[in-house]
């Protein structure tokens, strides 16, 4: 069972890999089936989008790219870096220093 968000699928994604995924494992990602990964819970169709990407490669790195661009604008290592830094701050009951503005990723 998936539980949270895959740091796989990103990996794969920031690499400008097609992905094909289930839609448990797509959960929080927010890119957009179709254009950024492909998702389907049918293997039979898992299966056939595979296929369909192997044999046309300019598919896949069309879909590749999008999933990289997708990642570069909304999963970046400051933003996460800086809201672990504000909730770990805020569960020791002290605040982030002045000037820095930390938000989720995609936000």
Do not use: H
């Amino acid at each position: 069972m998936a539980r949270g968000v895959q740091t796989k699928v990103l990996e794969a994604m920031a690499m400008a890999l097609p992905v094909v995924l289930s839609s448990k494992a797509a959960a929080g990602i927010g890119a957009e089936t179709g254009r950024e990964y492909l998702v389907t819970d049918d293997f039979k169709e898992m299966a056939c989008a595979i296929v369909r990407l192997i044999a046309s490669p300019a598919e896949a790195e069309k879909l590749g790219a999008a999933a990289r661009k997708f990642i570069e604008e909304n999963y970046q290592w400051s933003d996460t870096s800086a809201l672990y830094e504000k909730i770990v701050l805020e569960a020791a009951g002290r605040s982030a220093p002045s000037g820095r503005m930390p938000t989720a990723p995609g936000g």
